[in-house]
């Protein structure tokens, strides 16, 4: 190869770590590929995404030339996952302990999620194939699922009827995979226990808060009619976080609890097409919020963030259904032991725990569908001052949030979801 191709092009205005270099990833492809020869001859690293997409991590798409030990060259492109290095960002997302937590889930818990699909003859890929988790470094390396056709949906847009469809199916399948895991390890998942609301830090309860009045003080500036909603939320205010909390808390033996992604929205997913434009497959990815809960967090979370409109006002009990009908059915071929409830037995479950669609609506939805990235930040998320409060207030003057939510607030407040909800 010629000495231009041989240069390390780290530099780069990403500011992306020194040591992400040619050495490091020949010592990380030789373990990967089982090649004490490997060669590596160049590394091109940039960040791999733009703002508004991710907010709790730092993530490049590197591109590797490299020489195997019979001399064929490959150019391959991987993901590197790291946390935020310095300054609020890092202090808030290490209370949380959540790059630990996605290690630890990428290296203990999903290959053996994988290998019980694969017992009952499901071979997808489901989650992307890690080469390295490295604790040293405090990274993790990924296939860059880009080169098997995946992409990323469009957010501003939404998930239709099959993408949907396709990602409840996922969403099953680690559920019910899960389900199996506890009963032949009963032990094993009760370490993960700060989902995306936790008691276990504060650390987020400002952006909850945060997001809450400024929609609050958003719906107090419209039409007079209007003006009972915003009522309703100062009233919620003192109750809301602990209402979320409760959706979290394992309440019965008789619930169903199983790994949750807890951050389930479109930019943690993406699709593989066919040749006409429709989807045919979908990964889910970033686990920093996993924890050990009820399935009705990732499914309000998933359906009230990221599927179209239509779908959003008119099918949620139909989606409930076709989630329950394929968790069922895995459970079944997984042959799972332990009682499983009855579709109208998970409906009451839904029920108790379905203040988190108010969560979804309110706190995560606006980051979902922003448009204005100027200020999209975990800082402008998690702040006080000037910027986020501006980046706020962006958020809640998007039009579409705000049709979104005229239609969401008068049905949960029809449901009694605007209400401190029981005592405690």
């Known amino acids: ?15 992306s770590p020194k040591w992400l270099d040619r050495e490091y990833f020949e010592k990380v492809l030789r373990k990967a590929r089982d090649d004490t020869n490997l060669s590596v001859q160049s590394v091109e690293v940039k960040l791999a995404f733009p703002k508004g ?22 150019s391959r492109s991987y993901i590197v996952k790291a946390m935020p290095e310095e300054g609020f960002a890092k202090q808030k997302l290490s209370e949380y302990n959540c790059h630990e937590t ?7 818990i999903i290959p053996k999620l994988k290998q019980l699909m694969e017992s009952i003859g499901d071979h997808s890929d489901l989650f992307p194939a890690t080469l390295t988790i490295d604790r040293i470094k405090n990274i993790m390396v990924f296939e860059d699922l880009s080169s098997k056709g995946y992409i990323m949906a469009d957010r501003f847009v939404g998930l239709g009827e099959v993408h949907t469809k396709l990602t409840l199916e996922l969403m099953a399948k680690m559920h019910a995979s899960s389900l199996k895991l506890v ?13 995306i609301m936790t008691r276990g830090t504060d650390a987020f309860y400002p952006m909850f808060y945060s997001n809450f009045d400024a929609l609050t003080e958003e719906i107090s ?19 809301f976080i602990e209402q979320g909390l409760r959706v979290f808390d394992h309440q019965s033996d008789e619930d169903l609890r199983v790994l949750i992604h807890s951050d389930l929205w479109i930019n943690n997913l993406l699709f593989k097409y066919d040749a006409n434009g429709k989807p045919v497959d979908v990964v889910l990815l970033d686990f920093q919020f996993c924890c050990y809960s009820t399935p009705i967090v990732d499914l309000c979370y998933f359906f009230f963030t990221s599927t179209q ?27 799972y032991a332990k009682k499983f409830p009855t579709l109208h037995e998970f409906q009451r479950q839904l029920l108790k725990k379905l203040f988190f669609a108010v969560y979804s609506s309110f706190v995560a939805l606006p980051v979902a569908i922003n448009e204005d990235t100027a200020d999209a930040d975990i800082e402008a998320l ?26 969401l607030l008068p049905i949960f407040d029809r449901k009694g979801l605007l209400d401190k909800l029981d005592s405690y």
């Open 1 to 15: 190869m010629s000495d231009e191709r041989e240069q390390i092009s780290t530099e780069a205005l990403d500011g």
């Open 53 to 74: 997409v991710n907010y709790a991590s730092v993530i490049y798409r590197v591109r590797v030339d490299f020489r195997t030990k019979d001399q064929s060259i490959f």
């Open 102 to 108: 996605e290690m630890n889930v990428y290296q203990l």
């Open 183 to 195: 009963e032949t390890n009963p032990t094993i998942l009760e370490k993960y226990k700060n989902g």
């Open 221 to 239: 500036t419209w039409d007079q009619e209007w003006h009972y909603f915003a009522n309703k939320l100062r009233k919620l205010r003192p109750h």
């Open 309 to 335: 409109d239509v779908i959003r006002q008119n099918c949620f009990d139909e989606l409930v259904q076709y989630y329950y009908y394929h968790l069922a059915n895995y459970v079944r071929k997984l042959n």
């Open 382 to 407: 998690l702040g006080n001052d000037e910027r986020a409060w501006r980046f706020r207030k962006t958020m809640m003057g998007n039009k579409r949030y705000q049709k979104i939510i005229k239609y």
